[in-house]
């Protein structure tokens, strides 16, 4: 049995791994375009800060730790062309050469790139880059150039475009390198993924730590100019935004990078991503496909496109189990996420209103305070919170978290999200047996406060 992952990130890398534990003797090979397997790339905005110095460290396990599971990495090689009749993989190696692997099952993991508006100055011939000042983040070399331009060009402002969770980190990042930071998001508030309440607060964290955010702002291009770069946008009442810069860091998503695949026949849903079902399969047969390449199943929306880094570990994993025969299902993600924005912290999971709208459920949300432990203890913080309940079933939908870096807001909305795995009520939070102590905690945890604040506030307003 040869199985053969493309993809060395999350995705790739944790089928190969499954199917080595689970069977030693299956033989693994793995093909990565980069020299960079199994990097963490979600720690990309603490090397750039300067916080993790050696970029090595972003390894979640080194090339020696991989080999030593029994996986074979080709590394500089690219994934070419997929021949499903035959069972084979044409790839090209690091001197060019082609070659064609023979697998009995494959594991497609070649995850997502970032998105490039269509606008002056980002596409067509005379695209500017890396060179110019001009950068996008999703991998290692991408990274390489950012840290280049800042130790070279040494420029004292940048133009971050995007304020979603990887353009919030990367504001902070190169904040905290001593730039002056202009960040534009052409939605009225930062952070879209939680509600404008809390988005509100992330802003005034941002604009707390100097950067200029400008909200409701479109970028329409960007152009070399004489002392640097020049970025142009459209505000809110239509009114121009002309910027100077000595840098620009667009990061405005992802899309899925689903070619390979798609020219073998492999059938494509949302944004473009691959179609697979619960057990990783595409459509194509011993084809299994993970990650931010594919269309991911939410326990709650259905279909969806969602690339997180969480998501793309556990398809990886089951989608390496099915491969060497396996029968495991991905039990479906809930988009639980969280962000560090200087010193706060915003998180979600589950459904936001028009979500839960948008498949017939009858949303309510109700905002609640409290402390994140006792405050007579020092050094207690207020967390909020927006909890999100079915009026119709007075099912847990989602939570919402805003608070200090150390308020355990992280572990917070973990369990708002095993409480929605478990398809428990709103009501039912309250009687989860959760640890107390006065310096870490309350009685009531602030997750509880806010499942009763929901309770109370919605009494009598069933759909
Ligand atoms: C800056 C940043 C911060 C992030 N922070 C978080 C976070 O805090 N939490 C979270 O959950 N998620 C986070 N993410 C998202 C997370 O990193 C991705 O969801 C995850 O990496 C997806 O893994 P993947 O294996 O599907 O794809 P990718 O990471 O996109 O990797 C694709 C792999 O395929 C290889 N490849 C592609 N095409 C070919 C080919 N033809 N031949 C050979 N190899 C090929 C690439 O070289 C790469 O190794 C972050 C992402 C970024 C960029």
């Given at each position: 049995?040869?199985?053969?992952?493309?993809?060395?990130?999350?995705?790739?890398?944790?089928?190969?791994?499954?199917?080595?534990?689970?069977?030693?003797?299956?033989?693994?090979?793995?093909?990565?375009?980069?020299?960079?397997?199994?990097?963490?790339?979600?720690?990309?905005?603490?090397?750039?800060?300067?916080?993790?110095?050696?970029?090595?460290?972003?390894?979640?396990?080194?090339?020696?730790?991989?080999?030593?599971?029994?996986?074979?990495?080709?590394?500089?090689?690219?994934?070419?062309?997929?021949?499903?009749?035959?069972?084979?993989?044409?790839?090209?190696?690091?001197?060019?050469?082609?070659?064609?692997?023979?697998?009995?099952?494959?594991?497609?993991?070649?995850?997502?790139?970032?998105?490039?508006?269509?606008?002056?100055?980002?596409?067509?011939?005379?695209?500017?880059?890396?060179?110019?000042?001009?950068?996008?983040?999703?991998?290692?070399?991408?990274?390489?150039?950012?840290?280049?331009?800042?130790?070279?060009?040494?420029?004292?402002?940048?133009?971050?475009?995007?304020?979603?969770y990887i353009g919030l980190e990367m504001a902070e990042a190169l904040t905290?390198?001593?730039?002056?930071?202009?960040?534009?998001?052409?939605?009225?508030?930062?952070?879209?993924?939680?509600?404008?309440?809390?988005?509100?607060?992330?802003?005034?964290?941002?604009?707390?730590?100097?950067?200029?955010?400008?909200?409701?702002?479109?970028?329409?291009?960007?152009?070399?100019?004489?002392?640097?770069?020049?970025?142009?946008?459209?505000?809110?009442?239509?009114?121009?935004?002309?910027?100077?810069?000595?840098?620009?860091?667009?990061?405005?998503?992802?899309?899925?990078?689903?070619?390979?695949?798609?020219?073998?026949?492999?059938?494509l849903g949302i944004r473009g991503a691959l179609v697979v079902d619960r057990?990783?399969?595409?459509?194509?047969?011993?084809?299994?496909?993970?990650?931010?390449?594919?269309?991911?199943?939410?326990?709650?929306?259905?279909?969806?496109?969602?690339?997180?880094?969480?998501?793309?570990?556990?398809?990886?994993?089951?989608?390496?189990?099915?491969?060497?025969?396996?029968?495991?299902?991905?039990?479906?993600?809930?988009?639980?996420?969280?962000?560090?924005?200087?010193?706060?912290?915003?998180?979600?999971?589950?459904?936001?209103?028009?979500?839960?709208?948008?498949?017939?459920?009858?949303?309510?949300?109700?905002?609640?305070?409290?402390?994140?432990?006792?405050?007579?203890?020092?050094?207690?913080?207020?967390?909020?919170?927006?909890?999100?309940?079915?009026?119709?079933?007075?099912?847990?939908?989602?939570?919402?978290?805003?608070?200090?870096?150390?308020?355990?807001?992280?572990?917070?909305?973990?369990?708002?999200?095993?409480?929605?795995?478990?398809?428990?009520?709103?009501?039912?939070?309250?009687?989860?047996?959760?640890?107390?102590?006065?310096?870490?905690?309350?009685?009531?945890?602030?997750?509880?406060?806010?499942?009763?604040?929901?309770?109370?506030?919605?009494?009598?307003?069933?759909?």
């Amino acid at each position: 049995m040869h199985l053969v992952a493309i993809g060395g990130s999350d995705a790739g890398i944790s089928a190969a791994l499954r199917a080595r534990e689970l069977d030693p003797g299956v033989e693994v090979t793995v093909v990565v375009a980069d020299r960079y397997p199994n990097f963490s790339i979600c720690g990309i905005p603490y090397h750039v800060s300067g916080e993790v110095a050696d970029w090595r460290s972003l390894a979640h396990r080194t090339v020696a730790d991989l080999e030593a599971t029994g996986m074979v990495l080709r590394l500089d090689t690219v994934a070419r062309r997929i021949d499903v009749a035959d069972h084979g993989l044409l790839v090209t190696g690091p001197g060019g050469a082609e070659e064609r692997l023979a697998y009995d099952a494959l594991v497609v993991g070649t995850g997502a790139v970032s998105v490039r508006p269509p606008v002056e100055g980002l596409v067509g011939a005379g695209a500017l880059g890396a060179e110019d000042g001009v950068h996008m983040l999703h991998s290692m070399d991408d990274t390489f150039a950012v840290t280049r331009t800042l130790e070279e060009r040494r420029p004292s402002s940048a133009v971050v475009v995007g304020a979603g969770y990887i353009g919030l980190e990367m504001a902070e990042a190169l904040t905290t390198r001593g730039l002056a930071v202009t960040q534009l998001e052409q939605l009225p508030e930062v952070l879209p993924t939680v509600d404008p309440a809390l988005g509100a607060l992330v802003h005034e964290q941002l604009v707390a730590h100097g950067v200029d955010v400008r909200t409701s702002t479109t970028l329409e291009g960007v152009a070399r100019a004489d002392d640097g770069l020049e970025v142009r946008a459209r505000g809110a009442g239509g009114d121009r935004v002309t910027l100077r810069t000595d840098m620009v860091l667009v990061v405005v998503g992802v899309r899925p990078d689903a070619e390979l695949a798609a020219a073998a026949g492999a059938t494509l849903g949302i944004r473009g991503a691959l179609v697979v079902d619960r057990a990783m399969r595409t459509n194509l047969p011993d084809v299994f496909a993970a990650g931010d390449c594919v269309v991911t199943h939410h326990r709650l929306l259905g279909d969806t496109y969602l690339p997180l880094g969480t998501t793309a570990h556990k398809q990886g994993r089951v989608a390496g189990e099915n491969a060497i025969g396996g029968s495991r299902r991905f039990a479906g993600s809930l988009g639980t996420q969280v962000v560090k924005v200087f010193d706060m912290v915003a998180a979600r999971t589950g459904l936001k209103d028009a979500e839960a709208v948008s498949v017939g459920l009858h949303p309510r949300t109700v905002g609640f305070e409290g402390d994140d432990h006792k405050a007579y203890y020092p050094g207690s913080h207020r967390v909020r919170l927006r909890t999100t309940g079915d009026l119709a079933t007075g099912r847990l939908l989602g939570v919402q978290l805003f608070g200090h870096r150390h308020a355990e807001v992280a572990k917070r909305v973990d369990i708002a999200a095993a409480a929605i795995f478990a398809e428990l009520c709103v009501d039912e939070v309250s009687d989860l047996d959760l640890s107390y102590t006065p310096p870490l905690g309350s009685p009531w945890d602030v997750v509880q406060g806010g499942a009763q604040a929901w309770v109370r506030e919605t009494a009598g307003a069933g759909a």
